[in-house]
T-cell receptor, first 113, second 112 residues
Framework: EPEVTQTPSHQVTQMGQEVILRCVPISNHLYFYWYRQILGQKVEFLVSFYNNEISEKSEIFDDQFSVERPDGSNFTLKIRSTKLEDSAMYFC???????????FGSGTRLTVV | DQQVKQNSPSLSVQEGRISILNCDYTNSMFDYFLWYKKYPAEGPTFLISISSIKDKNEDGRFTVFLNKSAKHLSLHIVPSQPGDSAVYFCAARDSGNTPLVFGKGTRLSVIA
């Protein structure tokens, strides 16, 4: 069964450093998403991406965040200057069509120290 | 603003009995609802969905019920099995091109 692949599975970074979280969506999917889950909290939407541009973003997705699809297969989330409160599990997801079921990756646990 | 609420953080059920997980929503524009299951160290996986034109959808041991007037949905698992032990997330979306909104999840423990 096709999978969404995320790397790394765990990333530890110092506050103020830049991190890039990587995702390989399912190959025939056209819509891509990043969500995050702070420990014990709900799964929160960050950003959606379609046709090489952001289609929607949440209030969390401020100027410190950016997304990119650099080569037609990878989908990355960059956090420019990490803060302690960015510590969370970050999930990438993709869907084949608008309003279809999302397939999630296994997540990247980001720990900012 | 929590648009999707799962008020029970955890639930324990004996193997073979029914598990009922509840979800409430506040946004009357939501018209499509999903349940996802999440095991530790894995991403959420899709379980079952229901459109607002229906009030019930069944898939094997899993049934989702939707009560639009009460803005409430529930997931029934019958019979519950130890392998069902996981965190269950309720999610919803509206008719526009908006992303899924998730609840906080309910941790189900099925005891053998």
């Amino acid at each position: 069964e096709p999978e969404v692949t995320q790397t790394p599975s765990h990333q530890v970074t110092q506050m103020g450093q830049e991190v890039i979280l990587r995702c390989v969506p399912i190959s025939n999917h056209l819509y891509f998403y990043w969500y995050r889950q702070i420990l014990g909290q709900k799964v929160e939407f960050l950003v959606s991406f379609y046709n090489n541009e952001i289609s929607e973003k949440s209030e969390i997705f401020d100027d410190q965040f950016s997304v990119e699809r650099p080569d037609g297969s990878n989908f990355t989330l960059k956090i420019r200057s990490t803060k302690l409160e960015d510590s969370a599990m970050y999930f990438c997801a993709s869907s084949e069509r608008d309003r279809s079921v999302y397939t999630f990756g296994s997540g990247t646990r980001l720990t900012v120290v | 603003d929590q648009q999707v609420k799962q008020n029970s953080p955890s639930l324990s059920v004996q193997e073979g009995r029914i598990s009922i997980l509840n979800c409430d929503y506040t946004n009357s524009m939501f018209d499509y609802f999903l349940w996802y299951k999440k095991y530790p160290a894995e991403g959420p996986t899709f379980l079952i969905s229901i459109s607002s034109i229906k009030d019930k959808n069944e898939d094997g041991r899993f049934t989702v019920f939707l009560n639009k007037s009460a803005k409430h949905l529930s997931l029934h698992i019958v019979p519950s099995q130890p392998g069902d032990s996981a965190v269950y997330f309720c999610a919803a979306r509206d008719s526009g091109n908006t992303p899924l909104v998730f609840g906080k999840g309910t941790r189900l423990s099925v005891i053998a």
